[in-house]
């Protein structure tokens, strides 16, 4: 329209020049003509030209709202069906991840929508010099708090009376995370998203919270000093979407977890949705152009990437990664696409999808814990009947919780009040959840279900504080540096203060289980263990170092391998086999000069070890021993390999099932004490037990006492 007013100005002008130049006779027809032509083709080439610069100067508010003083995006049916997708691909996995097994992927589509939603309300009022940050936290605190305060005090709750002290205390310290916006950060430092020990942690999904929150305390003040420093914004969000996707690449393999749950890992996810803000906001017409031809393409593409990417990311995958890349650019394609694109129009705006979405955060915050809780309650694979009722039970209190909770706080009066109320809350529940903590998890609270059968600490916290506060920090520091780590606390220790040692342990964390009871029984010598989570082979890169070291030090005339060998034997290189592996490793070592043991490993039960430990008649009965033939199925498929390793080379076998087992049955009890800490992982009590059930029935070891 601008364009054509400066043509059909130019066209006027040039009609007034016409008969002053035949009047003056210094024009031809000929000339006259040819003047008009050049006068309007200037006018056009300077519309093309000044339109763009004028709305980069002044960006059009069509898609916008303006309210109070922020400016919010026009309100697009489509993105809240495609928040259903993402919600109800989660929930899917969590309830049912053999059938759903890419549904965790629904996080990151959340992250590209709240990219584009968030970044268009900054880039838009930044440039149009009204952008409060009062304002837009206390948005981000009446739309966040109240759903996940509302969550966070339930949970407590019914932890009170259902859960025991260890994971009590647990649960208070993912609430304080998690109303401080760092649940990704303390997660990081314990374990990683799909393992085993997740399964326990109702909370765990408030890691992607986390990052969530980060993004809305960095990028706001990102985005505010470069307008400041006139810098270019969208070169800015390209560089860190680039950076941040360039590091996920990098550590995705050598530091799988970090990479899953930090910010500067995610952070490209969140910006792909803050880059399509920009151009919807600042190149509006080419936008327009793009849909206008390709809008039914972009949409069908975006879907299949979807799709895609559920059906074939698994919790096997390196995964973000490259994997990540199908649901974050599947999600930017369908919010590209326009809601007038068929999908987005038919079936994303659908109102039954629309309706999920408005209740989605609210779904996502309420379905973890009813599963967990579930799973918590019965100890067992949760049948998938009461799966079912997790998820009906979840959608029903996010629909009360939207509908009661929600609205009211975000859109009615007294919007600073309750803003404050809100931040008031937040810090006090948080305080809560840190008691818990300091407290050891209330352990003599009233209204407790659980009655102590056992004695003995169980969890892995109070096993790692024991060596802390016994032992010493493991010898060379390169290699102490390179162990894995339990929160704050170091997994590498050794007996004496001493760099000269004479016994190590090699191994996974079946190695440091034993080092305890072996340190404490041949207290003469210094033994040092040193772990990490895979196969403790020469081949093994993440060993290389430790073997290089242990077969050096002349000190060093033992050495106890020793893994969860059920578990890692799946781990060995396509061209090799475990068998293979061992031998190589023990012929190293005794060609050095080293006396070497293999150990077997002891039981590992189906349950864990709080059911042993506790009686409860309302969750659990008492419950410690196991049929031997259960473990038995396992000890078969890789005794035989260590059998033919002893047979081929010089290496002896240490015995250790036996110990925890009789005739026909296996138990994690003895005498009245708790055996392990969980269901493959023996407690102080248990490692001190078979510590000395292992010298005394090796005369070799028990000579070095």
Request: glycine share 6%; proline share 4%; aromatic share 12%.
């Amino acid at each position: 329209m601008r364009g054509n007013r400066v043509c059909q100005r130019a066209a006027r002008s040039c009609a007034r020049l016409a008969p002053r130049a035949r009047h003056r006779g210094e024009l031809s027809q000929r000339s006259a003509s040819l003047l008009r032509s050049g006068l309007y083709l200037l006018a056009l080439f300077r519309s093309f030209i000044t339109a763009p610069l004028h709305r980069l100067r002044t960006p059009t508010t069509t898609g916008l709202q303006a309210t109070s003083r922020l400016t919010q995006p026009k309100y697009r049916a489509d993105i809240d069906g495609l928040r259903a997708i993402a919600v109800l691909s989660v929930v899917g996995f969590h309830a049912f991840p053999r059938w759903v097994k890419g549904g965790f992927i629904g996080v990151d589509i959340f992250f590209v929508i709240s990219g584009f939603l968030i970044s268009t309300i900054i880039f838009d009022n930044l440039e149009r010099n009204r952008f409060s940050f009062v304002e837009f936290y206390s948005r981000r605190v009446k739309r966040i708090f109240p759903a996940l305060l509302l969550v966070l005090i339930a949970s407590f709750a019914f932890g009170w009376f259902a859960l025991p002290p260890e994971e009590y205390k647990q649960l208070g310290k993912h609430i304080a995370a998690g109303a401080g916006f760092v649940s990704n950060l303390v997660l990081w430092s314990e374990s990683g998203y799909f393992d085993a020990a997740a399964e326990t942690k109702p909370l765990l999904h408030l890691w992607s919270l986390g990052i969530e929150e980060q993004f809305y305390i960095v990028w706001p003040f990102l985005l505010w000093v470069a307008r400041k420093g006139r810098f270019n914004l969208l070169l800015i969000t390209v560089t860190v979407a680039t950076a941040s996707f360039a590091l996920n690449v990098l550590k995705i393999h050598s530091d799988p977890v970090a990479t899953f749950y930090s910010l500067q890992t995610r952070l490209w996810e969140l910006s792909i949705g803050s880059i399509l803000a920009y151009l919807a906001l600042f190149n509006e017409s080419a936008l327009q152009r793009i849909q206008l031809r390709n809008k039914n393409l972009l949409s069908l593409c975006g879907c299949a990437l979807l799709a895609v990417g559920i059906l074939l990311i698994t919790i096997e995958r390196a995964f973000p990664g490259w994997w990540a890349l199908l649901p974050t650019v599947g999600a930017a394609l369908v919010i590209a696409a326009g809601p007038q694109a068929w999908i987005n129009r038919s079936i994303l705006s659908n109102g039954v999808l629309v309706w999920v979405g408005l209740i989605s955060y609210p779904l996502y915050l309420w379905h973890r814990p009813l599963l967990t809780f579930a799973h918590i309650a019965e100890e067992d694979i949760l049948l998938v009947r009461i799966r079912i009722a997790a998820v009906v039970i979840s959608i029903l209190l996010a629909w009360l919780t939207y509908e009661l909770i929600e609205k009211p706080i975000r859109f009615g009066k007294r919007g600073k009040a309750k803003t404050i109320t809100l931040i008031v809350l937040i810090a006090v529940v948080g305080f809560v959840g840190y008691s818990c903590v300091k407290r050891e998890g209330f352990i003599s609270r009233a209204g407790l279900l659980f009655k102590v059968k056992n004695a003995g600490a169980i969890g892995h916290e109070t096993f790692l504080k024991y060596q802390h506060q016994y032992f010493f920090p493991c010898t060379p520091t390169d290699i102490q540096k390179e162990s894995p780590v339990w929160g704050d606390e170091i997994r590498c220790f050794q007996s004496k203060k001493s760099e000269v040692k004479e016994i190590a342990i090699i191994g996974d964390s079946h190695a440091e289980h034993l080092f305890i009871g072996l340190a404490e029984q041949l207290a003469s010598v210094n033994i040092v263990y040193y772990l990490q989570n895979s196969l403790p082979v020469v081949s093994n890169r993440e060993f290389e170092k430790i073997f290089k070291y242990v077969v050096r030090d002349e000190n060093i005339t033992t050495v106890i391998l020793t893994a969860f060998w059920s578990g890692r034997s799946s781990s060995v290189s396509e061209n090799s086999d475990l068998e293979k592996e061992l031998i190589e490793t023990v012929n190293e070592l005794t060609a050095a000069g080293k006396k070497v043991y293999v150990t077997d490993d002891v039981p590992n039960f189906s349950f864990p070890s709080k059911q042993c430990k506790y009686e409860s008649n309302w969750i659990h009965t008492n419950k410690c021993t196991e049929d031997k033939e259960v473990f038995l199925q396992q000890y078969r498929q890789y005794f035989p390999i260590l059998q033919s390793v002893k047979e081929k080379t010089n290496v002896q076998i240490l015995r250790t099932a036996g110990y925890f087992c009789n005739e026909k049955l296996c138990s994690m009890e003895r005498n009245g004490s708790i055996l392990y800490s969980d269901g493959d992982h023996l407690s102080i009590m248990g490692s001190k037990y078979l510590g000395k059930m292992i010298v005394d029935n090796n005369p070799e070891l028990a000579d070095l006492k």
